[in-house]
């Protein structure tokens, strides 16, 4: 009975959630008389923005419209380059598999839901791409998958092509949770190592040796093949094939850490083993060892102002952007939230209060900066020509807590617009009720479930 | 990309500034002076452009153009910055929670269901860190609140300033915080092991309001047992506890989130004869007529939150403050948060953005908490007679942009430097 309901309800959901906007009527669209804020090659104030097959075509002050375009008149708005999320967990339908210390098996990509209505929210945003990344409860977690927000497409057609896999670190307090007895929410299963920071780093140590030999163990192998003797293959390794990847740089280390001492811990072991660590994520502490960071060529991607909601986050501090670009890291501002990550533009003014970051240096913590740790920055991040046509337009200038997400273009095709989405609600709200009284007619006519049905096990997931 | 040559000298005058930004304007210590040829922001009444503001002992003694200085009193020149009210956060857990995740820093919750004598202001902690975090963004004063059960005590309106926790009262018993009894819903379950079915929740649900109901006779009886004196009556800190509340003295700040609960909560509180203030009321706009009609204001959440059911708009909780308002409810926000307090005035911002009148935006975090309190005669607004609490800005401050100048409160030039800025000082330089 409750079964019934529940599949009734998902039924209700994915009919009643925002319809996805159609594949592109005018495959040319002329958004005009815009400020045009392109991030990497300035401002133009009374700017037009050609889109041609999901591509930019043009940009400039004086663009005419091709007879067969489709003209957006942006009279007053600001475009910006969508938006880049460099952590997020929306739209995976499992977050952490804690059950290991390290991983690195399993991955986000087999576990994407596309009909999470958050992806449509975050459009809402004006995200137009997202890291979306496995849970920190392991010192190696599992990979990562960058995807685009092509709301109403399928779960692989969301990922974003050719981007770089990921991998998912953690160092700290999470980590070693599991080592240190009931998590906050209620886990008792048994303790698992490690339980400090000395143990995360021998956990990762241990990972990356075995790597090493697995790899060690495959050269050799293709070695003696390669000189025509005969060989047994090695035993393929699910588990530390990713890490090989990481290795070879063709998998890039997304790290989840808060403290300086931590940091600089991971850039030294990945030193040691001659791999790079592409982004500290949230790296709270990142502004203490900036040098270091910078040095090893790490990106941080971290909080405008979270602080003191754990002991690793007591010494946050909202400059810790602005402090890092100074010292020459590669910095963005992610959201790891499906709210925070739909006002990314405000958290980015805040390194503009807090270490006076400049208009541009702001804007580009939320897109170019995303692009360049996730190297997809070929094709998003900025409005240049020949760019993807992922473009976010505000009412007002994006780095005000008075704008507002107006229209959201991915590949050219608008997969927001707040008119359109305010229009349909009366018709989504009377299709809405329409499918609560089917359900309250199907009721009647059943018998109640009775207690034994009432009291089955629920969904055994756990919040991340 | 910046140029390399150009970083040692933007470290320069960033250190400069901050080192500028941390030095008052004035001395601290004398709280009587002329705040001069300021853009002064009365929220009470109009912009005055190019006016002054004169306090004497702490309190706003004039506000006008040309103000003469009294003799002896400093006169601040506020050419090209604003002056408005300090701001007022009506929902936090400021000095009783240290480090959210950390139980030995909380004293938030107690145990146990029904605790209307317990006190949040004497668990105050001045020396918080949170303190001057907040108030360096023009944050004056905050409502601090225990959370627990149901009947969860008392709420306390503080300043951010002072040595001890009696320094800083404002309104020590400014409410006494109710959390609504909830009934677990479903999608709670996936939270939780071995979860109570629907039946067995709805069960403890009414048990929890039977004993609400019963705590809230009981004290009714003891009310008039001691008001006729009755021989024998043995006091009793709970009922005592309760008097104000019962009197309508001291409002009751009701938590609820749901349509059916906030419905639920206007009952109560229209049985028991009680003085209801709404917090949270994340569906508050399905029963804002209600409100309106049983003049119930509104302590509202984040602006920036989900929304409540997966098929709500994308924007629902954005454009609830302006609904509440244009029905004539009156609002004002909270962060029912300690770390994020700073930003209260961005919640208030966003709101405008989805409709909320601008004069509404701001009034919802300086003159109508200030109401809301029951302490309009103090703060809130410039005012002749009301304390000088008061932020000076360089422009609007919903706007994360603007950067607050200095912040006096009860006349008092405060030190805005905090641990954040101290820590960017000390590794903005490290070598």
Same mark, same amino acid.
């Given at each position: 009975?409750?079964?019934?309901?529940?599949?009734?309800?998902?039924?209700?959901?994915?009919?009643?959630?925002?319809?996805?906007?159609?594949?592109?009527?005018?495959?040319?669209?002329?958004?005009?008389?815009?400020?045009?804020?392109?991030?990497?090659?300035?401002?133009?104030?009374?700017?037009?923005?050609?889109?041609?097959?999901?591509?930019?075509?043009?940009?400039?002050?004086?663009?005419?419209?091709?007879?067969?375009?489709?003209?957006?008149?942006?009279?007053?708005?600001?475009?910006?380059?969508?938006?880049?999320?460099?952590?997020?967990?929306?739209?995976?339908?499992?977050?952490?598999?804690?059950?290991?210390?390290?991983?690195?098996?399993?991955?986000?990509?087999?576990?994407?839901?596309?009909?999470?209505?958050?992806?449509?929210?975050?459009?809402?945003?004006?995200?137009?791409?997202?890291?979306?990344?496995?849970?920190?409860?392991?010192?190696?977690?599992?990979?990562?998958?960058?995807?685009?927000?092509?709301?109403?497409?399928?779960?692989?057609?969301?990922?974003?092509?050719?981007?770089?896999?990921?991998?998912?670190?953690?160092?700290?307090?999470?980590?070693?949770?599991?080592?240190?007895?009931?998590?906050?929410?209620?886990?008792?299963?048994?303790?698992?190592?490690?339980?400090?920071?000395?143990?995360?780093?021998?956990?990762?140590?241990?990972?990356?040796?075995?790597?090493?030999?697995?790899?060690?163990?495959?050269?050799?192998?293709?070695?003696?093949?390669?000189?025509?003797?005969?060989?047994?293959?090695?035993?393929?390794?699910?588990?530390?094939?990713?890490?090989?990847?990481?290795?070879?740089?063709?998998?890039?280390?997304?790290?989840?850490?808060?403290?300086?001492?931590?940091?600089?811990?991971?850039?030294?072991?990945?030193?040691?083993?001659?791999?790079?660590?592409?982004?500290?994520?949230?790296?709270?502490?990142?502004?203490?060892?900036?040098?270091?960071?910078?040095?090893?060529?790490?990106?941080?991607?971290?909080?405008?102002?979270?602080?003191?909601?754990?002991?690793?986050?007591?010494?946050?501090?909202?400059?810790?952007?602005?402090?890092?670009?100074?010292?020459?890291?590669?910095?963005?501002?992610?959201?790891?939230?499906?709210?925070?990550?739909?006002?990314?533009?405000?958290?980015?003014?805040?390194?503009?209060?807090?270490?006076?970051?400049?208009?541009?240096?702001?804007?580009?913590?939320?897109?170019?900066?995303?692009?360049?740790?996730?190297?997809?920055?070929?094709?998003?991040?900025?409005?240049?020509?020949?760019?993807?046509?992922?473009?976010?337009?505000?009412?007002?200038?994006?780095?005000?807590?008075?704008?507002?997400?107006?229209?959201?273009?991915?590949?050219?095709?608008?997969?927001?617009?707040?008119?359109?989405?305010?229009?349909?609600?009366?018709?989504?709200?009377?299709?809405?009720?329409?499918?609560?009284?089917?359900?309250?007619?199907?009721?009647?006519?059943?018998?109640?479930?009775?207690?034994?049905?009432?009291?089955?096990?629920?969904?055994?997931?756990?919040?991340? | 990309?910046?140029?390399?040559?150009?970083?040692?000298?933007?470290?320069?005058?960033?250190?400069?500034?901050?080192?500028?930004?941390?030095?008052?304007?004035?001395?601290?210590?004398?709280?009587?002076?002329?705040?001069?040829?300021?853009?002064?922001?009365?929220?009470?009444?109009?912009?005055?452009?190019?006016?002054?503001?004169?306090?004497?002992?702490?309190?706003?003694?004039?506000?006008?153009?040309?103000?003469?200085?009294?003799?002896?009193?400093?006169?601040?020149?506020?050419?090209?910055?604003?002056?408005?009210?300090?701001?007022?956060?009506?929902?936090?857990?400021?000095?009783?929670?240290?480090?959210?995740?950390?139980?030995?820093?909380?004293?938030?919750?107690?145990?146990?269901?029904?605790?209307?004598?317990?006190?949040?202001?004497?668990?105050?902690?001045?020396?918080?860190?949170?303190?001057?975090?907040?108030?360096?963004?023009?944050?004056?004063?905050?409502?601090?609140?225990?959370?627990?059960?149901?009947?969860?005590?008392?709420?306390?309106?503080?300043?951010?300033? @002072?040595? !001890?926790? &009696?320094?800083?009262?404002? =309104?020590? #018993?400014?409410?006494?915080? /109710?959390?609504?009894?909830?009934? %677990?819903?479903?999608?709670?379950?996936?939270?939780?092991?071995?979860?109570?079915?629907?039946?067995?929740?709805?069960?403890?649900?009414?048990?929890?309001?039977?004993?609400?109901?019963?705590?809230?006779?009981?004290?009714?009886?003891?009310?008039?047992?001691?008001?006729?004196?009755?021989?024998?009556?043995?006091?009793?800190?709970?009922?005592?506890?309760?008097?104000?509340?019962?009197?309508?003295?001291?409002?009751?700040?009701?938590?609820?989130?749901?349509?059916?609960?906030?419905?639920?909560?206007?009952?109560?509180?229209?049985?028991?004869?009680?003085?209801?203030?709404?917090?949270?009321?994340?569906?508050?706009?399905?029963?804002?007529?209600?409100?309106?009609?049983?003049?119930?204001?509104?302590?509202? @959440?984040? !602006?920036? &939150?989900?929304?409540?059911? =997966?098929? #709500?708009?994308?924007?629902? /909780?954005?454009?609830?403050?302006? %609904?509440?308002?244009?029905?004539?409810?009156?609002?004002?926000?909270?962060?029912?948060?300690?770390?994020?307090?700073?930003?209260?005035?961005?919640?208030?911002?966003?709101?405008?953005?989805?409709?909320?009148?601008?004069?509404?935006?701001?009034?919802?975090?300086?003159?109508?908490?200030?109401?809301?309190?029951?302490?309009?005669?103090?703060?809130?607004?410039?005012?002749?007679?009301?304390?000088?609490?008061?932020?000076?800005?360089?422009?609007?401050?919903?706007?994360?942009?603007?950067?607050?100048?200095?912040?006096?409160?009860?006349?008092?030039?405060?030190?805005?430097?905090?641990?954040?800025?101290?820590?960017?000082?000390?590794y903005l330089n490290r070598p």
């Amino acid at each position: 009975m409750r079964l019934h309901w529940m599949i009734l309800c998902l039924a209700a959901g994915s009919l009643l959630a925002v319809r996805p906007i159609p594949a592109r009527a005018a495959s040319t669209t002329l958004i005009r008389n815009a400020t045009v804020l392109t991030v990497t090659k300035g401002t133009i104030t009374h700017g037009s923005v050609l889109v041609r097959d999901g591509k930019i075509a043009e940009v400039g002050e004086n663009i005419t419209a091709p007879a067969d375009a489709k003209v957006i008149d942006a009279t007053g708005d600001y475009v910006i380059p969508g938006i880049i999320d460099c952590h997020s967990h929306i739209a995976a339908e499992s977050i952490n598999e804690g059950s290991t210390s390290v991983s690195s098996m399993v991955g986000i990509e087999d576990v994407i839901n596309p009909e999470d209505v958050e992806i449509y929210r975050a459009l809402a945003g004006g995200v137009t791409t997202a890291n979306v990344l496995h849970g920190s409860a392991n010192a190696i977690g599992g990979k990562c998958t960058v995807m685009k927000m092509r709301w109403g497409k399928s779960a692989k057609e969301m990922i974003f092509e050719g981007a770089m896999p990921g991998i998912k670190f953690a160092l700290g307090e999470n980590p070693k949770r599991q080592g240190s007895g009931p998590n906050p929410f209620g886990n008792t299963a048994s303790l698992r190592y490690p339980a400090t920071r000395m143990g995360v780093e021998d956990v990762i140590r241990d990972a990356f040796t075995q790597a090493r030999n697995y790899e060690a163990a495959w050269r050799e192998y293709r070695e003696k093949v390669a000189r025509g003797e005969r060989a047994v293959p090695p035993a393929r390794d699910l588990k530390l094939e990713p890490l090989v990847e990481v290795l070879e740089g063709k998998r890039f280390v997304h790290a989840h850490c808060y403290r300086q001492d931590e940091i600089l811990m991971l850039l030294r072991v990945a030193d040691e083993f001659g791999f790079k660590i592409r982004t500290l994520q949230h790296v709270l502490e990142g502004y203490k060892v900036a040098k270091e960071i910078a040095e090893h060529g790490a990106g941080a991607s971290t909080f405008s102002d979270w602080w003191a909601y754990k002991v690793e986050a007591y010494d946050a501090i909202p400059y810790n952007a602005a402090i890092m670009v100074r010292k020459g890291v590669l910095v963005s501002l992610n959201s790891d939230s499906a709210e925070l990550d739909r006002h990314l533009n405000t958290e980015a003014a805040k390194a503009m209060k807090y270490g006076g970051l400049d208009e541009t240096e702001a804007l580009a913590l939320v897109t170019i900066n995303p692009a360049r740790q996730l190297a997809i920055d070929k094709r998003v991040g900025s409005i240049e020509p020949g760019k993807d046509a992922d473009l976010t337009i505000y009412d007002k200038h994006p780095l005000s807590n008075y704008a507002k997400v107006l229209t959201v273009m991915v590949d050219g095709d608008v997969y927001f617009d707040r008119d359109r989405d305010i229009a349909e609600r009366p018709a989504r709200e009377a299709r809405r009720k329409e499918l609560l009284e089917k359900e309250a007619q199907e009721q009647k006519k059943k018998p109640r479930p009775d207690k034994e049905q009432d009291s089955k096990p629920q969904d055994q997931r756990r919040p991340q | 990309m910046r140029r390399l040559w150009s970083i040692p000298a933007r470290f320069f005058l960033e250190i400069a500034c901050v080192l500028m930004c941390a030095l008052p304007l004035v001395g601290a210590g004398d709280d009587s002076f002329l705040l001069r040829g300021a853009t002064v922001h009365p929220v009470s009444s109009d912009d005055i452009p190019n006016a002054d503001v004169l306090v004497r002992n702490g309190r706003i003694a004039g506000i006008g153009s040309h103000l003469a200085a009294p003799k002896g009193v400093r006169i601040i020149e506020l050419k090209g910055l604003h002056v408005y009210p300090g701001m007022i956060d009506s929902a936090t857990e400021m000095g009783l929670s240290e480090i959210g995740a950390v139980r030995e820093t909380s004293d938030v919750s107690e145990l146990g269901n029904l605790n209307p004598e317990l006190r949040a202001i004497i668990a105050v902690n001045p020396a918080s860190e949170h303190i001057p975090v907040t108030r360096a963004n023009g944050i004056t004063s905050v409502v601090t609140l225990p959370q627990g059960a149901m009947l969860a005590g008392q709420g306390a309106l503080i300043h951010l300033d @002072g040595w !001890t926790w &009696e320094d800083m009262e404002v =309104e020590p #018993d400014a409410s006494m915080v /109710l959390n609504f009894p909830i009934v %677990e819903s479903p999608r709670l379950r996936f939270f939780r092991q071995n979860a109570t079915p629907y039946s067995e929740a709805k069960q403890n649900y009414e048990q929890r309001i039977r004993e609400l109901e019963e705590f809230f006779e009981s004290a009714r009886r003891y009310q008039k047992a001691r008001v006729a004196k009755e021989p024998g009556l043995a006091q009793d800190l709970k009922y005592e506890a309760m008097l104000p509340v019962l009197d309508g003295k001291v409002p009751l700040l009701i938590e609820a989130t749901r349509e059916k609960l906030i419905r639920e909560a206007i009952r109560f509180a229209d049985k028991e004869k009680v003085r209801m203030i709404l917090g949270h009321g994340e569906e508050a706009w399905k029963v804002k007529d209600e409100l309106k009609a049983k003049n119930i204001p509104v302590i509202l @959440g984040p !602006t920036l &939150e989900l929304p409540v059911e =997966e098929d #709500d708009p994308y924007d629902r /909780l954005f454009t609830q403050p302006a %609904e509440l308002v244009k029905a004539g409810v009156k609002i004002a926000f909270g962060s029912f948060n300690t770390s994020s307090s700073r930003n209260l005035p961005y919640q208030a911002a966003a709101a405008v953005a989805f409709g909320l009148p601008y004069a509404d935006a701001l009034k919802s975090v300086t003159l109508n908490p200030a109401q809301i309190w029951g302490v309009a005669d103090k703060l809130g607004s410039i005012e002749e007679g009301k304390w000088a609490d008061i932020m000076i800005t360089d422009g609007d401050p919903l706007e994360t942009r603007t950067e607050v100048k200095q912040v006096f409160i009860k006349g008092k030039s405060l030190e805005l430097d905090n641990k954040h800025k101290q820590l960017y000082r000390k590794y903005l330089n490290r070598p």
